[in-house]
């Protein structure tokens, strides 16, 4: 193992080092990179744009994989009952997926590192308060939250972002909350406390610091639940609608055909959606493994 | 520990009461529930009759002390869909859910706990490592895709097992369930296995963590050192040790895969409380939706509550410190 | 005297890490008497705890026997596999450990890790294994043995658990007894008491301890013979009196005056200078010349095993002579500890 050298440039130079000892994960971060470059550019890369109606034909309605339908060019995975071709509606699918889990993962991150810095800092009731509610919240499902969430709010992106991020945020300040209570304790924030340095100060140049290596951890799950999440909501019928496909609208839609054997229009947008979850996922793990401070080298 | 089980017993009624004001209050801020029952072009004396005979023309406060006073006394109300005493609408689908999770449930530990203290005993072995990659898989991959793709292969491809549905039932014990028979089996194990997957990555893990743990603990060095046979050391000192946060995830788990039943019931079609639920959020059905709410609100507390006593149980050390 | 129950001869214990393969274990030698306490003296990373791990056959990967015997009543330990070693741990052979908060599971009760053990060797009834162990909790002077059985470790006191821990060592009345620093973590006042019962099971039962320690006043008290060992090495052994009064290896003599009992109140305590070198990298030739006072331009060179006339030997180019005692010879390797 090379020393440890304490420059930004250093630091991020050693954790790569040891992030790639595992090839399965270095596996999952190119694909990673891939999901999310082929979803940037979607309209470069697909051949049909799935939004316009105008350029779907029903004459190609359900094609196997491999056909040439009537724009000219092979489905290479196949159209879905509006004649879509599949390709191009899960890159499309990918994109607001994606977008989807990174809103809903930033937003639960921000809400939930504050929630928990707050409780971490004031300590007292304020604190047994505010961890009393998160420990019930998380001992209910995720899913059963943004199930009854999205009941409420009703269907849409910003209602289902709110939805995520209210049934993830607990999972964040638990974390930051852990992190930083320990900080809290030493004794070096309790004489910055007593300077007339402004709270804010302490919060972040101390506190927030060292709660930031697990938030890491939990933030590339967490994207990846929210999009398995939103995924499981828009195959229930309670996402997006399908003039705005995500993934799991795209499954849902082809649910209904997979019982007579046209598996590809479910099928194709689920293996995309798994791969980038479990990508993500895996990534994660090492990401976990590498931070951990009671790792032996 | 009288005094730690009147402590939690206040605490669980303390949640149950804050609960069903948040759920009551959420769930009654939802659109107006008339427009959906009744066709838009009847009278206007019709809807009045109709908004009279649920309530729906009192203030909320009041509405929220006549549906807790009810029930208190066992009236949940009535489905607007259905027509139906929400209580007996639940109850009904209540044994098909029940059945499904701790179908699952048992998979999941019968599965999940040899696994997990195989992977955890040789963990640089190939097999541990596949153990590992399989829980992976498990846990993240989305329950409903994984469910798609069981259908796909069992139903559609090789055909041997239903592809949704519950089939015939037999009455067990007052309950009607399916596993009374070779064919209600063949219906219940696909959804059942489906349901299991998320718990089992879960189990792995969780068995393995304490596996490794124990397994390099001084106690084991110390009871090999006697002697003791590997079967004994993993039968004895493991076993014993790792019982404890399984018996927690396993009793918490069980709330939530009652939950997660909503999206294994809608795959596999199985008409249990989590299909009732979908279908009811979609057609607005409020007394259905607060009342499946509150009921599994009303399990999760029972079970933290039954967790946390069979806990002290197990372990000696909060024995104590609950005792003095 | 008596013939050696436990001898073991040039033991090499080795771990392969990444980084390279360390010797933990390099040629250690030594025997031990029926009844008798060898105390096994070393800093912390100089193999004396591997050496005990070594003997039991507990070492696990990366770590391994490269070589060397370990002959119990003449019968080598290292070539037994699997079951045939298990069958000796705890019956022939057995081992107490440091931490005594640690070496009893804390969820369960004392009689049913005693009973276990007494089980894993001898087919008998729970009854009858209940009462054995009983009867090895009052041999070891613990009160109320029955209650004792029927609680959990943390009920019990430190010194207690240590003593229920020699117990379960006893159980099987083995020849030998294993004991890694079993008082570095109690109370002095019950380390002096443990002390003393081990010493009279010891000339009870005729069970042989090796006493593995860093603290020179333990074995003053305790033990017969001392073994003292530096970076995986022998480096001193010989009566434990003897070596006490005039250390030959200047290491040893470092070890004695740092000592706070040798001292004066309020006088500055001697150290060795320097610290324990990493096994990863060790000096060439003797491995404690970089901290040795005596070191001279031989000290790069392999030492000799230097035997004296009392019986002692040291592993040292320049060993501290004493008048009446020079070196006999350069040539054994063994040192035997019956006298």
């Not at chain 3, 070539?79 to 908060?101: E, S, T």
């Not at chain 3, 109320?144 to 029927?150: A, I, T």
């Not at chain 3, 301890?209 to 020179?216: A, E, G, N």
Request: hydrophobic share 50%; charged share 15%.
């Amino acid at each position: 193992m090379s020393a440890p050298v304490e420059t930004r440039w250093g630091r991020l130079a050693n954790f790569w080092a040891d992030f790639r000892q595992n090839p399965v994960a270095v596996a999952a971060l190119i694909v990673i990179v891939a999901v999310v470059l082929m979803a940037i550019f979607a309209p470069l890369v697909a051949p049909q744009d799935p939004y316009n109606q105008k350029a779907l034909d029903l004459f190609d309605a359900r094609l196997p994989p491999g056909e040439v339908g009537s724009g000219g060019y092979v489905h290479w995975l196949g159209t879905d009952a509006a004649g879509r071709d599949l390709f191009s509606a899960i890159l499309y699918g990918l994109r607001t997926s994606l977008i989807i889990g990174m809103m809903a993962g930033a937003f639960a991150l921000v809400l939930g590192a504050t929630v928990g810095l707050i409780a971490a800092y004031h300590g007292g009731r304020i604190e047994a308060l505010i961890m009393r509610v998160i420990d019930l919240q998380l001992s209910l499902p995720a899913i059963l939250l943004a199930l009854v969430l999205v009941a409420l709010l009703g269907q849409g992106l910003p209602q289902l972002v709110a939805a995520l991020v209210a049934a993830q945020y607990a999972y964040f300040a638990r974390t930051t909350h852990g992190a930083a209570s320990a900080e809290r304790r030493k004794d070096y924030i309790e004489a910055a406390l007593s300077t007339p340095l402004p709270a804010r100060k302490v919060l972040f140049r101390h506190l927030l610091p060292n709660a930031l290596p697990p938030l890491i951890v939990v933030a590339t799950v967490q994207v990846a639940n929210s999009i398995a999440l939103e995924a499981t909501l828009s195959f229930l019928g309670l996402g997006l609608p399908l003039t705005q496909p995500s993934l799991g609208s795209l499954i849902s839609n082809g649910f209904q055909f997979l019982l007579s054997g046209r598996y590809w229009i479910s099928i194709y947008p689920g293996i995309a959606l798994m791969l980038t979850v479990v990508a993500i996922n895996l990534v994660g793990d090492q990401v976990r493994h590498v931070l951990n401070p009671r790792r032996s080298r | 520990m009288i005094g730690f089980l009147i402590q939690r017993v206040l605490q669980a009624v303390m949640v149950m009461i804050a609960m069903s004001v948040i759920v009551f209050l959420g769930v009654y801020a939802i659109g107006n529930p008339i427009d959906v029952m009744i066709d838009p072009a009847s009278s206007q004396a019709l809807r009045e009759a109709l908004i009279q005979r649920y309530g729906l023309d009192r203030s909320l406060i009041e509405q929220y002390f006549v549906f807790m006073n009810n029930m208190l006394h066992g009236d949940l109300g009535e489905s607007f869909i259905y027509r139906l005493p929400v209580i007996s609408l639940i109850w009904s689908r209540f044994p098909a859910t029940l059945e499904l999770a701790l179908t699952a449930m048992m998979i999941a530990t019968c599965l999940g706990i040899p696994l997990g203290l195989w992977a955890g005993y040789k963990p640089d072995s190939w097999s541990a490592k596949a153990i590992m990659a399989f829980s992976v898989l498990g846990f993240s991959v989305p329950t409903f895709w994984i469910g798609l793709l069981l259908i796909m292969t069992f139903a559609v491809e090789l055909g041997w097992l239903p592809s949704g549905g519950r089939g015939p039932v037999s009455n067990i014990l007052g309950l009607n369930l399916s596993i009374g028979s070779l064919e209600g089996w063949s219906y219940i194990i696909l959804p059942a296995f489906n349901l299991a997957l998320f718990k089992l990555g879960l189990l792995i893990r969780l068995t393995r963590a304490g596996t490794t743990e124990v397994m390099s603990s001084d106690y084991v060095r110390f009871a090999r050192a006697q002697g003791l046979s590997e079967g004994k050391v993993v039968g004895l000192h493991v076993l014993k040790n790792i019982s404890i946060p399984i018996v927690t995830v396993f009793g918490l788990e069980l709330g939530s895969t009652l939950a997660f039943a909503v999206v294994t019931e809608t795959v596999f079609n199985w008409p249990g409380m989590g299909k009732l639920i979908i279908d009811s959020i979609t057609v607005l059905d409020r007394p259905v939706m607060v009342a499946y709410l509150i009921l599994v609100v009303f399990l999760f507390v029972i079970i933290n509550l039954v967790v946390d006593l069979v806990y002290g149980q197990l372990d000696p050390r909060i024995r104590v410190k609950a005792a003095s | 005297m008596s013939e050696a129950v436990l001898r073991v001869k040039n033991l090499q214990t080795q771990f392969k890490t990444r980084t390279g393969t360390l010797k933990a274990v390099d040629g250690v030698s030594f025997e031990v008497g029926r009844g008798r306490i060898l105390g096994l003296v070393g800093e912390s990373g100089s193999g004396k705890s591997v050496t005990g791990y070594s003997i039991l056959g507990l070492i696990e990967a990366p770590g391994e026997i490269a070589g060397g015997e370990v002959l119990l009543n003449g019968r080598d330990l290292t070539r037994l596999k699997g079951d045939a070693m298990r069958r000796m741990r705890g019956a022939q052979i057995a081992m107490v450990f440091q931490d005594p908060m640690m070496t009893l599971n804390p969820v369960l009760k004392i009689g049913t890790q005693m009973i276990a053990a007494v089980r894993a060797h001898d087919k008998v009834s729970r009854k009858e294994a209940w009462t054995r162990s009983r009867d090895a909790l009052a041999k070891v002077g613990i009160p109320s043995p029955e209650e004792r059985l029927d609680a959990y470790p943390h009920q019990l006191s430190g010194g207690m658990r240590q003593r229920v821990a020699i117990a379960i060592a006893l159980l099987h009345s083995p020849a030998v007894i294993i004991a890694d620093e079993p008082t570095t973590a109690l109370d002095v006042s019950i380390q002096g008491q443990i002390l003393a019962e081990v010493r009279r099971l010891a000339d009870e039962t005729g069970t042989a301890f090796v006493w593995v320690t860093h603290d020179l006043a333990v074995v003053s008290s305790l033990a017969d013979d001392i073994c003292v060992m530096y970076a995986g090495r022998v480096v001193e052994t010989g009566a434990a009196a003897d070596v006490i009064a005039s250390p030959r290896h200047p290491y040893t003599a470092g070890l004695l005056a740092s000592v706070p009992a040798e001292h004066e109140p309020g006088e500055r305590l001697p150290q060795v200078p320097g610290s324990t070198p990493s096994l990863a990298n060790l000096p060439a030739g003797c491995a404690f010349a970089p901290r040795c006072f005596k070191a001279g331009p031989a000290c790069t060179t392999t030492p000799p095993v230097q035997t004296f006339a009392d019986g002692r030997s040291a592993l040292c180019h320049y060993p501290i002579e004493s008048d009446s005692c020079q070196p006999l010879s350069s040539t054994s390797t063994t040192y035997r500890s019956a006298s």
